[in-house]
């Protein structure tokens, strides 16, 4: 309550009437001072206070100066740089719960990147020193996941399916804290999967579930650096790993929504109705793909600056599909459909709508058809001809001094040809229909 005191009984009605009408006026915001929620951001919604001070005008400027600043005293206001880090809800959670245990105000700011501190300094100083806490265990979080992601690459723990003995691998952190107990020779290592606590014992070799006491085999896989990071663990029979494995991509993931963006492009920009991708399969051949990296070495070597991969389409016959998964693109059926206008070698094509077609990808009698996306080395080019057997020389008087593929059109090249099995990958199998 706040008593006012008036000496003089003549002056009270008209103090009255202009407190009445002081207490009835609108108070605006001042223009640009309003921000976007998506801006700005106040953890709590203070009630606005506001102070009327009456009397002589002398009076109420001294005033005025003093409540200033008994405020500038008392009040602080601390500026938190956040740096790129993005604060996660659980975090805003936790400085909302510190506004309130300590009575400050917390404003982020997503335009600056930083959150406002107001509030007196006995409050403040901690509430930005516990701030400053969750942002650096941030940042400890991404080393950890960056530690997790590297290691991933080396090294990968799986358990055994029962079903079909297939090795299905731990996702990227359990697999670290996993690697980390056994570097540091530990017995066992406790972990939550899908929120079920699970115990990993590493003299077994097993993965006790320990709510529903299913025993589950695991073991650890060294991964082939010169391989893929992204590519699952090749199946084992006897401990001998498969030479080739179908892997396959389900719909809406990333991997799966990248190679069906490429497949529909060319559909698109021709103005012609999508095919349905019935599967996705990624093909994992150690073998091939080392034959590949090989030459592809070669390559930069020979065309430094040269952009020498491409993505490309390679329509073919479901019959087919096994041989080039396991063998790769030979050329003694390259090209036998097209007629081999270019050159007698392995065709490509830019576009999914060329490769597409019937002559080139015939139909089963389900009406599917086959189309890999092979990674291609095509390096530098020239046009192509019917009785081409090998590149021609870039120069007459250098013979060894070939070009790397030959094309349709030099300027804008929509077909290309390969002469050498290492040329090319296999990289996904699509299945699709009309």
């Known amino acids: 309550m706040i008593c006012v005191t008036v000496y003089d009984q003549g002056q009270i009605p008209i103090f009255i009437d202009e407190a009445r009408a002081q207490s009835t006026v609108t ?83 997503t335009n600056t990147s930083t959150i406002s501190i107001v509030g007196c300094p006995v409050d403040v100083s901690p509430t930005v020193s516990t701030i400053y806490k969750i942002i650096h265990r941030k940042i400890e979080d991404r080393a950890e996941e960056e530690k997790a992601a590297a290691l991933q690459q080396k090294i990968q723990w799986c358990w055994i399916a029962a079903k079909d003995q297939s090795r299905e691998p731990f996702d990227k952190m359990t697999n670290y804290r996993v690697e980390l107990a056994h570097r540091a020779r530990e017995g066992a290592v ?112 020979e065309n430094q600056g040269v952009n020498n991969e491409m993505s490309l389409f390679h329509g073919t016959s479901e019959a087919n599909c096994d041989y080039i998964s396991h063998q790769g693109f030979n050329r003694s059926f390259g090209g036998l459909n097209v007629g081999a ?37 095509v390096g530098s080019y020239t046009k192509g001809h019917r009785k081409m057997l090998t590149p021609p020389p870039k120069d007459p008087d250098k013979p060894l001094e070939t070009y790397n593929s030959v094309v349709d059109n030099t300027k804008t090249p929509t077909i290309f040809v390969i002469f050498y099995d290492a040329q090319a990958y296999p990289e996904y199998l699509i299945k699709f229909k009309a």
């Open 27 to 109: 108070r605006g915001t001042r223009k640009g001072r309003r921000q976007s929620m998506r801006q700005r951001q106040s953890l709590t919604a203070l009630q606005r206070v506001v102070l009327d001070v009456y009397g002589a005008s002398d009076k109420v400027a001294e005033t005025d100066e003093d409540i200033a600043a008994f405020i500038k005293q008392n009040i602080q206001k601390e500026i938190i740089e956040l740096k790129g880090h993005t604060l996660t809800q659980a975090d805003i959670a936790e400085i909302r719960d510190l506004e309130v245990e300590r009575g400050v105000t917390a404003t982020i700011d």
């Open 190 to 301: 406790v972990y939550e999967i899908e929120g079920s606590p699970c115990k990993l014992d590493f003299s077994t070799m097993t993965e006790t579930d320990c709510s529903k006491g299913i025993v589950t085999q695991v073991i650890r896989e060294v991964k082939d650096p010169s391989l893929p990071s992204h590519w699952s663990p090749q199946p084992r029979d006897s401990d001998i790993p498969h030479a080739v494995h179908q892997v396959n991509i389900k719909a809406g993931d990333q991997e799966f929504n990248k190679v069906t963006e490429q497949f529909n492009a060319a559909f698109d920009s021709d103005g012609v109705r999508r095919k349905k991708i019935v599967q996705l399969l990624r093909i994992q051949n150690p073998h091939l793909y080392k034959q590949y990296k090989t030459y592809s070495a070669k390559l930069e070597r």
């Open 341 to 377: 206008i270019f050159g007698k070698g392995v065709y490509f094509a830019k576009k999914a709508t060329y490769s597409a077609q019937p002559s080139y990808c015939k139909p089963n009698a389900a009406g599917e058809q086959f189309m890999f996306l092979a990674k291609v080395l």
